[in-house]
């Protein structure tokens, strides 16, 4: 008999560079494949001067992804074109090579970026998303009277109560639409950017809704307050400090006091004029300098209450102050008194630390 001829080794370390080729190959199609099977549609931010390589990490933090050593040697063997700043809609169940078509093809211009600021009040907001999408000012004012929707919004979201359809508050999502920036389609609807908006205030709340549940005041009632420390205690270090002061008014049957409420009733801006006699005797569901209002939270919500106010309101300090004011570097003075309030007051004018409006 013949004996089997042993292979070369040339033939030998053909074949394991082939299946250590074959190997790569695999894991290569493997870890540029897409991270998920799941529809998850995200609008990505390229900023100016980044490179296809310079985003791997930031694409591998969003999850968009498997692999930042593979996603750079596919951008090394195919070489795409150079990166144009911009935003994309991109999704986590793209393969690296639909992910770098899409970044490779031109920028979205439907995107519109809108920064709406905590303290704003609702006119605000609807003056914004008609100027910067163009969305007719009365069609969003007139959505808000639309009770099947409302009756929607309270169906989908917990933080909403049957609280917003009062008919004494002027706007029933006024303190609702949580204040931050937003990326909308030029192309979006009112009903589109309120569900981004709300959205987010799910978002922000939810970890709360314990607390929330288990308190002594209603969430309605919390985001009311919340709204009325965001606009007093603006330039205040001490924003719980200043919702126990406000919670100890109600306790005690005090009248809050607040003259933001007051011109929130009357739809007038802080800086427009002063409040006249007949302004702070005014009858509203809003003035809490009306004696009628002893002991008692507006309506609702004054404005668009931020985070650090939402939960002040939500945890507020414990004390037995009813008095407060802020100076000019934000440290907040507590007094448990008219007079002691107005001593202090006097007393940071005499040094220059009162803060002038």
């Keep these: 008999m013949r004996s089997k001829r042993k292979l070369k080794k040339p033939v030998k370390y053909a074949i394991v560079i082939l299946l250590i080729l074959i190997g790569f190959l695999l894991v ?6 897409s991270v998920s099977n799941k529809d998850s549609s995200i609008t990505y931010e390229v900023k100016e001067g980044s490179t296809f390589n310079s985003i791997s990490s930031s694409l591998k933090s969003k999850n968009l992804i498997k692999s930042e050593l593979f996603y750079k040697i596919y951008i090394k063997i195919h070489k795409p074109n150079n990166l144009q700043a911009g935003f994309y809609e991109l999704n986590s169940n793209m393969n690296v090579k639909e992910l770098v078509n ?4 031109s920028a979205k211009s439907k995107m519109i970026s809108i920064t709406f600021k905590e303290g704003i009040n609702f006119m605000d907001v609807a003056s914004i998303i008609s100027d ?21 919004l309270i169906d989908s979201y917990w933080f909403l109560t049957d609280d917003i359809k009062n008919t004494d508050i002027y706007y029933p999502l006024e303190g609702y639409l949580f204040p931050d920036t937003y990326l909308f389609n030029k192309s979006s609807t009112i009903e589109d950017i309120f569900k ?11 970890k709360y809704k314990s607390d929330i549940d288990n308190g002594k005041y209603s969430i309605h009632e919390i985001m009311t307050m919340a709204s009325i420390v965001e606009k007093e205690a603006s ?20 009248s809050l006091g607040s003259d933001v409420t007051t011109y929130y009733g009357l739809k007038l801006n802080l800086t427009e004029r002063d409040l006249t006699k007949s302004d702070l005797n ?25 985070l650090e106010s939402i939960v002040a309101a939500i945890n507020p300090k414990e004390h037995d102050y009813v008095y407060f004011v802020a100076d000019k570097t934000g440290k907040t003075y507590f007094t448990k008194n008219s007079s002691e309030h107005a001593n202090i007051i006097a007393k940071l004018k005499r040094e220059g630390k009162w803060y002038e409006y």
């Design 102 to 105: 899409t970044l490779n093809g």
């Design 196 to 206: 981004i908006m709300l959205d987010n205030t799910l978002l922000k709340l939810d």
């Design 28 to 33: 290569y199609k493997f870890e540029t494949s």
């Design 132 to 152: 910067k999408m163009g969305i007719e000012l009365d069609s969003i004012y007139n959505k808000l009277k639309d009770q099947e929707y409302l009756d929607s």
């Design 282 to 306: 005014s009858s509203n569901g809003y003035n809490t300098r009306n004696s009628k209002m002893a002991g008692k939270l507006p309506v609702g919500p004054i404005c668009m209450p931020g």
């Design 235 to 254: 330039n205040s270090s001490d924003r719980s400090g200043v919702a126990g002061v406000f919670y100890n008014r109600l306790d005690t049957g005090m």
